[in-house]
């Protein structure tokens, strides 16, 4: 796909345009007039400016922004073959920015600013406008462009009724099939009803009603991930309740459905046990007709098996899925488009000190030339990350004596005093950093294709990704992995 970089007149252009003299939204028209006066301004032909039809562009402006405003805005679109999925921005001076988020089908995704999570829908193709005022960004956003009308109801309703969503207060995970379900469905129907009664007030149109039930149950089943009944069958027939809609693809529409397939195909593996990733990918196959959701399974199956087995392309639905989990390319170098600020911070002999105005990856270049680097990405408040981090350093001290290698391990999004308390006395050879400042937490997991934690990496002397998900610090397979990697330089 054409990429294309806006200059800040541009975005301010499209801005302008947006907004009629009364401060309404413009769509259509000033759709089209943006892609003209950005192809006249330098950036190309109109078409490079125009979302390609497996994107969607994201802009937009922060109002009363201030020195002490986040300047990150972070679209994450929740898809599988993402990679990541966080696309995260600068935004200018004057409020602006712009990004662009994978959409191979209509869905709703999240916004992340200065704390707030929002959410918006967009389909393949579209251009969404977006305002939101800095000193209160809690409040929402204000949607111009592509499908605003939705957008905008959407967006205040799911703030509205989305904290309601969640529960904590399910049966047991072990409890029978036919009691867990009774339970859920209870839940859901108080949950329908709040929706019903907001909608008959706000006047909701019916798609923006039909959306909000579909996240009303999906955020419902993701509560519901650990149910696992008295045996992997019972478990399987609450994931493969027809409730859930399994094989209607107009779920698919609510980004938190493909971790209620995630959770059916974890409970199906255990019930089955297929021999293989081949032998897993049939049977989907044979139990689920071709269609986008089938295709959501394998693109999952494929994300989480890690596998040298390529899915046959027969088996999708749409080639465009395959063909996004199945690049011909992966990036093979550490990223470019990390930004340099002030708030990395090594932990060194006792004493915290700032690595000064750098990126991410110009520190692992400045500080690591010429050496193999573990790459461990972590937070403090992430159980995983903590279990794995536990064993990073017999792992460091493993390799004392090989001068090649060394392990760095970087916090985001952590609490100082935990951060310190855990990461202890480390091996010479393993450095400890955190990441203080949010904004730039946002950029680095933009950057380097973080979709959470933990993440890890191994990167050669040359500044080459050997590894994009190597073996944990806990895995034994850690050992074999790096001495091996070792030997061949």
């Known amino acids: 796909m054409a990429r294309c970089n806006i200059r800040r007149t541009d975005v301010s252009y499209w801005y302008s345009i947006f907004i009629t003299m009364n401060g309404k939204f413009l769509t259509g028209v000033a759709a089209v007039a943006f892609s003209v006066a950005a192809g006249i301004s330098g950036c190309g032909s109109a078409s ?52 662009t988020v994978n959409m191979l089908f209509g869905h709703n995704f999240t916004v992340y600013y200065d704390g707030n999570f929002l959410c918006s ?99 419902l089943a993701n509560a519901a991930m650990d149910y696992r009944g008295s045996s992997p069958m019972e478990a399987l027939d609450f994931f493969a309740d027809p409730i859930f809609g399994l094989d209607n693809d107009s779920n698919a529409r609510e980004m938190m ?15 089955i046990e297929p021999s293989s990733t081949a032998a897993f990918a049939d049977s989907i196959a044979a139990r689920h007709p071709r269609s986008l959701n089938r295709d959501i399974m394998l693109a999952l199956l494929r994300e989480r098996e890690n596998s040298s087995y390529r899915i046959p392309s027969e088996l999708f639905a749409d080639t465009a899925i395959y063909h996004a989990l199945y690049p011909d390319q992966y990036a093979t170098y550490l990223p470019t488009d990390d930004m340099r600020h002030a708030g990395i911070y090594r932990f060194d002999n006792g004493e915290l000190k700032s690595c000064g105005d750098v990126s991410l990856t110009e520190l692992i270049k400045k500080d690591y030339s010429g050496k193999t680097v573990y790459l461990d990405l972590w ?80 990167v050669g002397p040359d500044g080459k990704i050997i590894d994009n998900d190597p073996p944990r610090p806990n895995s034994p397979a850690i050992f074999d992995t790096l001495t091996e990697i070792l030997r061949q330089q």
């Open 48 to 99: 490079e400016i125009t979302p390609q039809a497996q994107s969607a562009i994201v802009a937009g402006r922060i109002v009363n922004l201030t020195d002490s405003s986040s300047h990150v805005f972070t679209a994450i679109d929740c898809n599988p073959w993402s990679r990541g999925g966080r696309h995260a921005v600068i935004v200018d001076s004057a409020g602006y920015f712009k990004t």
């Open 121 to 219: 829908y967009a389909e393949p193709g579209d251009s969404i406008f977006m305002e939101i005022d800095a000193k209160h960004p809690e409040k929402g956003a204000s949607y111009g462009g592509s499908n605003a009308p939705l957008n905008n109801e959407y967006g205040k309703a799911y703030g509205r009724l989305f904290g309601s969503f969640w529960s904590n207060n399910l049966a047991s995970p072990t409890a029978p099939v036919e009691e867990f379900m009774s339970i859920f469905k209870q839940k859901l129907e108080t949950r329908y009803n709040k929706i019903s009664a907001y909608s008959d007030s706000a006047g909701l149109s019916p798609e923006c009603t039909d959306l909000m039930r579909r996240t009303a149950l999906f955020s």
């Open 257 to 271: 459905f493909p971790y209620h397939l995630s959770a059916y195909l974890n409970r199906l593996e255990e019930a």
């Open 379 to 458: 937070a403090t408040w992430c159980g995983p990350c903590r279990v794995s981090h536990a064993s990073l350093p017999e792992v460091a001290d493993f390799f004392a004596d090989n001068d090649k290698i060394v392990f760095m391990t970087v916090a985001m999004k952590s609490n100082m005093d935990l951060w310190k308390k855990l990461i202890g006395d480390m091996p010479t050879n393993c450095h400890s950093y955190i990441v203080t400042s949010d904004d730039a937490t946002e950029v680095i997991m933009s950057a380097y294709n973080m979709d959470g934690f933990p993440k890890y990496l191994i």
